[in-house]
């Protein structure tokens, strides 16, 4: 059973390109979470998603962000016209399919390295 | 959201069991206690969870204060492959489900 997919693993952009970062969750899960790691600073909850909604988008960006996890394929969190600042570490994470449960864990992707030149 | 409380770093020497500490002062009735670490370079991976009973599996124990205000993560030989940020986290509910918020965590060195 594969664990949850990111790709790409590294990506470089310019300012003011877009980035498409990708998210295959683990078999059988509906929920995605997107984080974003500063470094040398912990992870910063961005969004949670269940298939084809957006749960919880309360730590995206206003702007320039968006993110969906549509009914087939893969989640993507997007990034348009990236800045300098968008350089970090997005990890993805997904979890089963319980809404309400407390004690189910989450299983999470190797990341995807932005770099913004 | 519901906080935690852990030291930047600790130090343990190989072979010797380390304990890893967490307060969370306002932790509710429901609230699980969760363990996750980081490894250098990946993202991170679960560890151990709990509610009122100590809890024990082949990575680590959990050992949790009788008022829940406070939990230990206990590592009982470390190895050089433990070097590990290590995050305690409570995962509470909201309405939308619920979410799990990182701190800083604890960055764990581990002697040779």
């Known amino acids: 059973n594969a664990g949850v997919m990111q790709n790409p693993r590294h990506l470089v952009r310019r300012r003011g390109q877009e980035a498409r970062l990708r998210c295959s969750p683990m078999?059988?899960?509906?929920?995605v979470y997107w984080y974003r790691q500063l470094p040398e600073e912990g992870l910063k909850f961005m969004v949670y998603l269940q298939k084809e909604n957006i749960i919880d988008e309360s730590g995206m960006p206003k702007e320039r962000f968006s993110a969906e996890f549509p009914k087939e394929g893969p989640s993507i969190l997007r990034i348009q016209q990236v800045v300098r600042g968008d350089s970090a570490a997005y990890f993805c994470?997904?979890?089963?399919?319980?809404?309400?449960?407390?004690?189910?864990?989450?299983?999470f992707g190797s990341g995807t390295q932005l770099s913004v030149l | 959201d519901a906080k935690t409380t852990q030291p930047n770093s600790m130090e343990s020497n190989e072979e010797e069991p380390v304990h890893l500490p967490c307060n969370h002062s306002?932790?509710?009735?429901?609230?699980?206690i969760h363990w996750y670490r980081q490894l250098p370079s990946q993202g991170p991976e679960y560890v151990i969870h709990?509610?009122?009973s100590n809890v024990n599996n082949r990575m680590a124990s959990l050992a949790i204060a009788e008022d829940r205000k406070s939990s230990t993560l206990i590592l009982h030989r470390a190895t050089l492959r433990d070097a590990a940020v290590y995050y305690c986290i409570l995962r509470v509910p909201d309405t939308g489900g619920f979410k799990t918020i990182f701190g800083a965590g604890t960055r764990l060195f581990v002697k040779a």
């Open positions: 994470a997904s979890r089963g399919q319980s809404r309400f449960t407390t004690n189910e864990k989450l299983f």
């Open positions: 306002t932790i509710s009735g429901t609230d699980y």
């Open positions: 709990g509610l009122t």
């Open positions: 078999k059988g899960h509906s929920h």
